[in-house]
């Protein structure tokens, strides 16, 4: 088996994950010890796209617990996303969408868990409702020739950053789902992941040319280039104190970079 995706909820009492055989796992972050197993989460295959081709994606793709910590959203190389009510002792599932045709890369969510935006194999990236009168409904979509591997929301949720197989990345409108600006981010692989820094100031991108950067957000610039991995940089975090960024290659290394003083008001 391969494990897809990882999260941590909230208040950090387990480590959610999805993994290849269709299964959604929940352990103890301290003994490792089985919490528990979401059986048949999403079917098995589907056809995504990863650095040198095109290739088999099975089962759950992608996890994120709410902020509330009482459900969990799941993507799958079937192309659904699937809300679930979990706890220790039972895990239901609450609803299912499905408009996507491609496996669902990642998976963004709101402060207030009112919505959530999932990226996918397709060229698009559908705006989610989880709550308000029409809970698990597309409210918008985002289109682009890509496959899109990754979206986030600006921590004050105007804008949502995406990247994919297109080499760039775009910053989104929120409210009326327009590109607002389009960067070169890279000029011979794809883009992997992103993650922006709590205030908004700047964000980190991984990609598969190997490379990890550190961007303004305002000016869409790159400030920071680290070379380290030997193979595609698979996800990127920025440390809460953004002080440290944490990127993880396919070659299986963890690097830990040091936020250069100042960063954040770039």
Known sequence: MTCNAIAFPPDGTSILSG???GKVRSFGPQSGNLKYVINDA???????????????INGVTAVTPTNDGRRLLTGGADGKVR??????????????????????????????????VSASADGSCIVWALAGLTPYTRVGVLFAPQFFKCAVYLPDESQILTCGTDRKVTYW???????????????E??????????????????????????????????????????????????????????SVGREGGINIWRVPEGMGAA
């Open 189 to 246: 692989a794809e883009m992997t992941s992103l993650h922006i820094s709590g205030d908004g100031t700047f964000f980190a991108s991984g990609s598969a040319d190997r490379r990890v950067k550190l961007w303004s957000y305002d000016e869409g610039v790159a400030y920071c280039v680290g070379n380290a991995h030997s193979s595609a940089v698979a996800a990127i975090k920025i440390s809460p104190d953004e002080q440290t960024v944490v």
């Open 42 to 56: 999403h079917r098995l295959t589907g056809m995504g796209n990863a650095s040198g081709g095109t290739v088999q």
């Open 19 to 21: 993994w290849s055989d």
């Open 83 to 116: 809300v679930w009510a979990v706890s220790k002792a039972q895990q239901v599932m609450v609803a299912s969408m499905q408009e996507h045709k491609g496996p669902i890369f990642s998976i963004a969510i709101r402060a207030n868990d009112s919505e959530c």
């Open 173 to 187: 409108d929120s409210t009326d789902f327009s590109q607002i600006r389009v960067v070169d981010a890279s000029e």
